[in-house]
């Protein structure tokens, strides 16, 4: 009898987990937007991520400059508190990854953003800094790398849940991935996203302290150097795929908004400057001996 109903026991739960399964497929085939992980998924799978950052030095040499990393945690700290942005509670964190050979920036789960020297050497304004900044907030804060996960992994994730939990899955993921970072390759429409989440979230700052077209400084730039330079971008358009379609979006958008260009205030160049030329070595004098531009 026993034997019995652990039998009727077991088929039940295969049926509950077949069904589970099935409806599941339908749904993350019709709805690309599903994601299985939790926020807090996200903030774990980010925390290891970035333990293996900082333990691979050889591929990620974080720049030990905090004058320079705390302008770009001060503009990125303003851009969290845009009310375009959702969710507050992660862990947006700015670190430098000091290599002047490479154009990039990434964002792992949770909220953590790396920008690379080679970027900041690039643009020239604060506004182009503040659009970069803003798009890879939008990848953290609409959760892309965990819902891409979710396409991959997400019926042996369901299929984990309905075992008894899925505890060790995370791990095993994260185990697997390494400190190559595959999981950060978003698709055309997540950098779409991003690139709307950028202007949203610049564009709703009070005050507009930055021009909320920011991210199309860089990327309209990034499109006309990469055919003369093209090791320089050869991550960015692995990572983040450019291209006239993504520009023209958000062109559309600040016509729609009525929004002229930007001004000298939002692009603020010489407080840029100042920062910039830390990269350099020589450092940055002031004119006249005025004293160190401040980080608004």
């Known amino acids: 009898m026993r034997t019995w109903k652990f039998i009727v026991a077991s088929k039940g ?9 099935a409806v599941t497929s339908v749904l993350m085939s019709c709805a690309s937007g599903i994601n299985l992980f939790s926020k807090s998924d996200d ?22 400059n905090p004058q ?7 503009i990125e700290d303003r851009i969290v508190q845009s009310p375009n942005v959702q969710n507050k ?33 690039f643009i020239d304004n604060e506004s182009a800094l503040a659009g970069v900044l803003a798009h890879e907030t939008t990848h953290a804060d609409h959760r892309h790398a965990t819902r891409n996960m ?27 991935l390494g400190s190559q970072l595959t999981v950060l390759k978003f698709s055309r429409d997540d950098e779409r996203e991003a690139d709307q989440g950028s202007f949203d979230d610049l564009a709703q700052i009070p005050g507009e302290p930055w021009w909320p077209g920011g991210v199309n400084l860089f990327l309209t730039k990034s499109l006309a150097s990469a055919p003369s330079q093209p090791g ?12 006239q379609e993504r520009i023209d979006a958000i062109n559309a958008d600040l016509q729609k908004a009525g929004m002229p260009g930007p001004t000298g205030t939002q692009l603020n160049q010489q407080n840029y400057a100042y920062y910039k030329a830390m ?16 980080v608004r």
Request: hydrophobic share 40%; net charge negative.
């Open 279 to 294: 990269l350099g070595g020589g450092g940055y004098t002031s004119p006249r001996g005025a004293t160190a531009p401040r």
């Open 68 to 74: 320079l990393t705390g302008y770009l945690q001060s």
């Open 232 to 243: 320089k971008f050869q991550q960015l358009f692995l990572t983040h795929p450019v291209d």
């Open 13 to 21: 739960r295969l049926v509950l987990i077949a069904s589970i399964v």
């Open 89 to 121: 509670d992660f862990h947006y964190v700015v670190h430098i990854i000091n290599d002047p050979k490479t154009v990039n920036a990434f964002t792992i789960p949770g909220g953590g953003i790396y920008v690379y020297t080679g970027l900041l050497n």
């Open 43 to 64: 903030v774990q799978l980010g925390q290891q991520m970035a333990q293996q950052i900082a333990a691979d030095p050889a591929h990620y040499p974080i720049l030990d």
């Open 150 to 176: 979710t396409q991959e992994y997400g019926l042996e994730m369901l299929a984990s849940v309905a075992l008894g939990g899925n505890a060790g899955l995370i791990q095993q993921i994260v185990a697997g």
